[in-house]
C-alpha cells in the first residue's frame, strides 16, 4: 500500500485501500463475474477464429439477396474451411500477423514512449502536473487530453490511457478509474473533437462515394461534422467527468491494487535536476514541433496530401507519419531529460529503455496473434458485412426522419460489436445509409454524424475491439485479476450513457438547426 499523495490544492487524498469485497452484487458485478469466467483473450479469439471457420462452411451454401456495395452483386458468404480457401488462409498466416495495424502501431510507439520512461522524463512530467492540477479538475483535464488525441491517429490508446492509471495512482486515487476514463475519452468518444483529425477526410470520402450513387455531382465536406463533433467535446468530458467520480470510481474502491507498482511509488516533490531537466527537454520538445510545423506550413509541402494539399486528409504523409513522429518526439525529450537529469550515461541506457518496454508487451503480441487472425478470417468469410446488411435493410421500411435517425445509431452501435474499424463499417453501411435516406429527404452529412455517434459509443465494450486486449493489458499492471468481464463491466456506464445522450443530444442539435459543419445541410436536396 503506498502513501497519500497531496494534489496542487492541498487535499489530501485516500490511499489506495480496497474496500471489502463482501456483500458484492448488482448488474455490473454480474457482467464482471460471468465475463471473468470467459477464456484468456488469446483463447477466446482462437475459438472465435474455429468459429468463424465452421459458421461460414454451414452458411456459405445458403444465398441472400441483400447487395454487397462493393461488388453490387448478392452477398455470399465465403466458406473458410474450403480446402483452397483454408490452405490460403494458413499461407497468409504470417502475412496477417505481421500486417494488423494495431500490432505496428503500439510496438513503434511505445519505442519511444519507453525511452521517456525510462529515463524518468514522463515521471517528472507528471510530478510537475499534479503540482499544478486541482484535484477536483483531474478527471476532466484527462478525458479532454483523451479526445484531444484523436488528431493523433491511436495515439491516445498506447500514450494516453496508460499515463490516465499513472495519474489516478500519483494522485492517491484508483488507477482503474484513470484508465477508464482515458478509454471513456479516447475510444468512447471517438468522434469528440475539436481538432480535425484524418478520420474525417476518411469518412467523408466514403460519404461522398454513397452519396453520388443518387446524385453523381454530390460532394461531402472533409469537414461536414466538425461543428457537432467539437460541441460533442465538451458532452464527452461532462459525463465521463460524472461517471467517473460518481459511479465508477466509487465501486472500485472494493478492488485490491495488487499489481507491481513498484515504479510508481516514487512520484512525488520534483529535484532540481529533474526540474531542468524537465525544462530542456520540453524545450527540446518544443523546438521539435515547430521544425515539423515549419515544415508542413508552405503549401508546396510533402507533408500535405497530392490530392488537395491539405495536413488533415488521410492520405497526407503528415496523417500517415503520426505513429513515428509519436516515437520521434518521446524519443527526443526523453534522451535529452535522461543526459541533462543525469538519469542516463550513453546510447546503451536507451536501448535499455526500448528493450524494456519491448519487454512488457509479449502477452499483448501474444493476443494480437490470434485476434489477427481472427479478423481477418471474419472479414475475408462477409460474415461481418452479412451482419451489417441485414440490420440495414431492417431500417427500409419508410419511418419518420428521427427514429430512422435513432435507428441508425442503434444498428451502428450494434454491429460495432463484432466489426472494429470505423472506415471498414462505413464502407459497407455508407452506400447502404446514404442513399436510402437522401431518398427520405436526409443529408449524407446527417447520416455520417449519426453513423459516428453508434461507431464511437460501443467501442469501449467489445473485446473485439482491436485495442481492447491493450487496455486489459494496462489495467493488469495494477490489478492482476482483470479479464475482459472487469473491463466491460467497468466500462458499460460510460458506453449506454453515451449512447443514450449524445443520441438525443444529437436530435436536439438538429431540431434547432445548429450547423453540424462546414457545407453540412440537414436535408436533401438543401
Known amino acids: 500500500m503506498t502513501s497519500p499523495t497531496p494534489l496542487g490544492d492541498g487535499t489530501p487524498t485516500p490511499p489506495h485501500d480496497p ?9 455490473l458485478d454480474f457482467i464482471e463475474r460471468v465475463g471473468n469466467r470467459l477464456p484468456d483473450p488469446a483463447a477466446l479469439f482462437l475459438i472465435l477464429l474455429f468459429a468463424v471457420w465452421g459458421i461460414s462452411a454451414l452458411v ?67 510530478k510537475s502536473m499534479l503540482a499544478v492540477t486541482s484535484a477536483k479538475l483531474l478527471t476532466p483535464m484527462l478525458i479532454l487530453v483523451a479526445c484531444l488525441s484523436h488528431t493523433a491517429a491511436d495515439a491516445g490508446y498506447v500514450l494516453v490511457i496508460p499515463l490516465g492509471g499513472v495519474i489516478f495512482f500519483a494522485a492517491g486515487r484508483h488507477p482503474l478509474a ?8 479516447v475510444s468512447g468518444g471517438f468522434s469528440a473533437n475539436f481538432i480535425p483529425s484524418s478520420i474525417d477526410p476518411l469518412l467523408a470520402g466514403l460519404s461522398q462515394e454513397a452519396a453520388r450513387i443518387v446524385a453523381p455531382e454530390r460532394t461531402v465536406n472533409p469537414l461536414a461534422n466538425l461543428y457537432f463533433t467539437g460541441v460533442s467535446t465538451l458532452l464527452i468530458v461532462g459525463l465521463g467527468w460524472f ?38 527537454a520540453l524545450l527540446a520538445m518544443l523546438l521539435a ?35 513515428p513522429l509519436i516515437f520521434i518526439f518521446f524519443l527526443i525529450p526523453g534522451v535529452v531529460y535522461g543526459y541533462v537529469a543525469g538519469t542516463i550515461d ?16 509479449g502477452y499483448y503480441i501474444v493476443m494480437a496473434f490470434f485476434a489477427s487472425l481472427f479478423i481477418a478470417a471474419f472479414n475475408e468469410s462477409n460474415l461481418g458485412a452479412l451482419l451489417a446488411l441485414k440490420g440495414a435493410t431492417a431500417l427500409g421500411d419508410r419511418l419518420p426522419p428521427q427514429i430512422i435517425i435513432v435507428g441508425i445509431i442503434l444498428l451502428t452501435a450494434t454491429v460495432n460489436l463484432f466489426v472494429g474499424s470505423a472506415s471498414a463499417k462505413w464502407a ?11 431518398a427520405l429527404g436526409l443529408s449524407p452529412e446527417l447520416t455520417q454524424a449519426a453513423y459516428r455517434v453508434g461507431d464511437s459509443s460501443t467501442n469501449i465494450i467489445t473485446p473485439l475491439m482491436p485495442y481492447f486486449p491493450l487496455v486489459v493489458v494496462f489495467c493488469q499492471r495494477y490489478v492482476r485479476g482483470t479479464g475482459i468481464g472487469t473491463l466491460v463491466s467497468i466500462m458499460l456506464p460510460y458506453s449506454m450513457t453515451y449512447l443514450v445522450a449524445w443520441t438525443l443530444f444529437l436530435l436536439a442539435y438538429w431540431q434547432l438547426g445548429i450547423p453540424l459543419g462546414i457545407d453540412a445541410p440537414y436535408t436533401y436536396p438543401p
Do not use: C
Open 60 to 126: 456459405a451454401p445458403l444465398q441472400f439477396t441483400e447487395i454487397d456495395p462493393r461488388s453490387d452483386a448478392p452477398i455470399q458468404v465465403k466458406n473458410m474451411l474450403a480446402p483452397a480457401a483454408l490452405a490460403a488462409f494458413l499461407g497468409r498466416m504470417v502475412t496477417i500477423f505481421t500486417s494488423f495495424h494495431p500490432l505496428g502501431v503500439v510496438l513503434v510507439a511505445l519505442l519511444g514512449v519507453g525511452v521517456a520512461e525510462y529515463t524518468g522524463f514522463i515521471n517528472a512530467g507528471l
Open 243 to 280: 461517471l467517473t467520480d460518481r459511479v465508477v470510481e466509487p465501486r472500485l474502491r472494493r478492488t485490491a491494487v495488487d499489481g507491481d507498482v513498484s515504479e510508481f511509488a516514487s512520484l512525488g516533490e520534483i529535484g532540481p535536476r529533474e526540474r531542468r531537466g524537465l525544462r530542456v
Open 428 to 438: 459497407l453501411l455508407g452506400p447502404i445509409f446514404v442513399p436510402m435516406l437522401m
Open 178 to 185: 484513470g484508465i477508464a476514463a482515458a478509454f471513456a475519452g
Open 19 to 27: 474496500v471489502p469485497p463482501s456483500g458484492r452484487g448488482g448488474i
Open 289 to 323: 514541433v515547430g521544425l515539423l510545423a515549419l515544415a508542413a506550413w508552405f503549401p508546396g509541402s510533402t507533408l500535405r496530401s497530392p490530392t488537395d494539399r491539405s495536413l488533415t486528409r488521410a492520405d497526407a504523409p503528415l496523417m500517415q507519419g503520426i505513429v
Open 346 to 361: 550513453s546510447h546503451k541506457d536507451v536501448i535499455k529503455g526500448m528493450s524494456k518496454a519491448m519487454s512488457t508487451m
